[in-house]
């Protein structure tokens, strides 16, 4: 589909772990494709959640592309792109399925409000296609049409309502304090590092400041000085004492250091950090900075005396993980039909 006709649909998690996003659930004719207990997913929601998959794989995923390729490369021991990805989607399905059989099974409620704002979304998106006719074109190739569409989008709302019973503000999933304290120690890094800028920043007369690249002399001379201090670091050197005299970015307000949670990735100087040994002292070279970074021990609860807001998503994250893990617990009882399954794949469905 193209980008200005895709049909996006509201996630539950908006921050989610980037894979995990609402599944549906709709009573319309046809094979079914997963059941638990009285709660099933039709053969034409199916496929169209697996494209939906199938394009957010192959936005989100650098050097992707849908070639024959990119879905045969072997991404481990006898694992391929297809089945790897594959498993996300079926393992993320079937928590969503899990998730609106509980729904059900607690008795909660959309609101009428709710309700109206759906079809209030349904509306501009048939004036947007022109006619609810050319829209049910479009939803074909995705084997849905208007109803399921809107069946679609009601179930979101259950699933969010499902998601605030659990761990809204007041959720009944909200962590203890050593869940709290485990989350923090798997998930967290702490680092202190030097920004040693690879350009000049001139003011002219107006106020405008523009940055200009260094010469390359000017570049190899900052690199031989980061090489320098992060020798010093090694050496036991004070890496603080080095921030105040060295960095052009002003870390004062972290003077404990940075926090960085591993659901933060894709920027090379946090994908590099999580990756470094405690105590070590590395340099980063990225097109515009070069860095020295130290990775350090983890505190004691320094999310309880947080004056940066480097914890701003912790309590919303330890519950979003249990939350899935509960959800996960009930997907043994799910029933697959193997024929329905097999008959789609990731690289060859409509997206």
Known sequence: MKESKKLKLKLVHAACLILTVCMLLVSCGGATAMTLDDTSISANIYYY???QYKGYFLESFS????TAGFWKSEIADGVVMEDYLRDIADTNIKKNLAGLWL????????????IDSVDADLADLVDSYGSKAMLNQELANYHINYNILR???VMQEKLSALEDYFIGENGVMLPSDEQLDS???DHYTRIKYISLNLFHSETDSSGT???????????????????SLAAEIRAGGDIDKLIA???DEDMSAYKNGVYIPDTITGYDLID????????????IAMSKCVYVVKRLELEDKPYTKDEMNQFADLVYNCSFEQYQEMLKSYTANIDVNSQIADEYTLSSIYY
């Not at 729904?103 to 709710?114: A, N």
Request: no cysteine.
């Open 49 to 51: 959640w697996l494209s």
């Open 272 to 283: 590099f950090a999580l990756a470094m040994d405690i105590g070590v002292a590395e340099v």
């Open 209 to 227: 400041t523009q940055t200009i690249d260094m010469t390359a002399e000017e570049k190899e001379e900052i690199k031989e000085l980061a090489e």
């Open 151 to 153: 069946d679609i989008y």
């Open 183 to 185: 989350y923090y120690r």
């Open 245 to 247: 005299e060295h960095s």
């Open 63 to 66: 050097g992707a592309s849908d």
């Open 103 to 114: 729904y059900d099974k607690l008795g909660l409620s959309v609101s009428d409000s709710q």
